[in-house]
């Protein structure tokens, strides 16, 4: 069986009401493969999880972008994985760039709040990915790996963690992995998935790309034998997302 095509949109710090409420229009309306072709997760700020889930057509799902690392208790601000299983939130976004490198989560908090969010029933969005400077001193799949290997240690199963790479150098600068460089450590990232977790995990485990995906690129990266997906940033705000979610036809001949 092969592994379903995984188009996930993170609208990250963005939107009024009325913004979300359009862009959920745009998405309800549009005619995409079905979901035996593709799954499509959005993932609104917080505030408008349950707003969105609400509007959204039932062959997408929500998933939030961040949630708290244990029990939710005196953690002003923060947010429980319980919170969001109480909402009825399928996903959750972890380990996000952004939030590894402003506010500081290493490879063992990231992977504490994984191991703990699937405890609780949630799916996970796992993401890694190296820096320009880590790029450039050749260290990328080192960097990578350690990530993931953080993850690995802390979870039993990996049935319910989607792994995305997303290169920070890509991230909204509007520079894009070139096809060969995405596979390249999509590949590494599964070779390490094989030799460390096992063959069958390695075999399932949906790893997607994101940085700088848009509408002109995503069918060329699609093409990539180990590019399952993609995880979008600013282009799942416009209209062109719903194009990225009918790159996931060109799997459907492999």
Not at 93 to 113: A, M, P, Q, T, W
């Amino acid at each position: 069986m092969g592994r379903k095509f995984f188009v996930g949109g993170n609208w990250k710090c963005n939107g009024t009401t009325a913004e979300v409420k359009k862009i959920v229009t745009t998405l309800n309306e549009a005619e995409v493969p079905s979901e035996d072709i593709v799954e499509v997760v959005v993932s609104p700020p917080f505030v408008f999880l349950a707003f969105v889930k609400s509007l959204l057509r039932s062959d997408f799902h929500v998933a939030a972008q961040n949630c708290w690392v244990r029990r939710g208790g005196a953690f002003t601000g923060e947010v429980s994985a319980e919170m969001l299983v109480n909402l009825g939130i399928p996903w959750v976004i972890l380990g996000h760039s952004e939030r590894r490198l402003i506010l500081n989560e290493s490879n063992g908090f990231v992977s504490d709040k994984v191991a703990y969010a699937l405890s609780q029933g949630l799916k996970v969005i796992a993401c890694v990915g190296e820096t320009l400077e880590q790029r450039e001193s050749g260290s990328t799949v080192a960097v990578v790996a350690a990530q993931t290997k953080a993850i690995a240690e802390k979870v039993s199963s990996w049935e319910n963690i989607v792994l995305a790479y997303e290169p920070v150098w890509a991230i909204g600068t509007g520079k894009v992995a070139s096809p060969a460089q995405a596979q390249e450590v999509h590949f590494e990232l599964r070779k390490w998935l094989y030799d460390n977790v096992g063959a069958e995990v390695a075999a399932s485990t949906r790893i997607i790309y994101g940085g700088s995906v848009n509408g002109a690129n995503c069918k060329e990266l699609a093409t990539q034998p180990d590019v399952d997906g993609f995880l979008v940033g600013g282009a799942s705000l416009k209209p062109e997302f719903i194009d990225i979610i009918k790159s996931a036809t060109v799997k459907k001949n492999d």
